[in-house]
């Protein structure tokens, strides 16, 4: 069992260091609320709780947002996770228990991947054995087996059809939309609660027309081409 714990700022923190700090407090806080309130057993809280410590020890340090705006990246797939267990019905209507479980992993480590060079820990990684694509490219490898040491091989698979390339390709925002339209009901759906959580950014966003033309555009598209039912019931 993993029991994540933050440690507590120092008195000669960073202005920046005590933020991200805080935030780790605020999200553990959060998190036991929202397995409260999940209403999940022992077993399931205690594989929950794995996928909530990869995340925050592989986002520790990286800060999301700039200026005043600034958080802790880990708020981010918290607010995920918060609206996919306090906002959504998936909990209801997803009738298999595993596959809820392997939902909520996803979002948990859904950016942990493709961001995983953003992190204290990747950042110290790469200054040891290297920089540039290949580089990153091992590291990303890394993580992903530690999804699946970790936590099971369809998650693994999950955050990997949820991660962009290594190398940036032209238009590859709306290439991983396409794919995504193919992959598994729980990628798609933990896609979805990933964009939800970003709306949040779009209240702070310097411009927000571009904001919406960025993210908006390829998720209407993929929701065209999506298996999700969005009929109401």
Not at 81 to 94: D, G, K, Y
Not at 168 to 182: D, E, V
Not at 185 to 208: S, Y
Request: net charge positive.
């Amino acid at each position: 069992q993993v029991e994540p714990r933050i440690e507590q700022a120092s008195g000669d923190a960073r202005p920046l260091d005590a933020i991200l700090i805080q935030a780790g407090v605020d999200v553990e806080r959060n998190y036991w609320k929202c397995m409260e309130q999940s209403g999940f057993d022992r077993p399931a809280v205690q594989f929950l709780n794995r996928a909530f410590a990869l995340s925050l020890f592989i986002h520790a340090g990286q800060p999301r947002g700039s200026g005043r705006n600034i958080i802790a990246y880990i708020v981010h797939p918290m607010t995920a996770i918060r609206l996919f267990i306090e906002e959504s019905n998936a909990v209801e209507v997803i009738f298999d228990r595993q596959s809820v479980l392997n939902n909520l992993a996803t979002i948990w480590l859904h950016d942990v991947i493709e961001d995983g060079r953003r992190g204290r820990w990747g950042k110290s990684w790469l200054d040891k054995f290297g920089k540039g694509y290949k580089a990153e490219g091992v590291l990303r490898q890394v993580i992903a087996e530690l999804i699946e040491e970790m936590l099971n091989r369809q998650i693994r698979a999950y955050v990997e059809d949820l991660s962009k390339p290594v190398k940036p390709k032209k238009h590859q925002n709306k290439r991983l939309w396409g794919k995504l339209s193919r992959r598994p009901f729980e990628v798609q759906l933990a896609k979805v609660m990933e964009f939800a959580a970003n709306l949040t950014d779009l209240i702070n966003h310097r411009n927000p027309l571009q904001f919406m033309a960025e993210r908006f555009e390829p998720f209407i598209t993929f929701l065209g081409k999506s298996r999700l039912n969005l009929s109401a019931k």
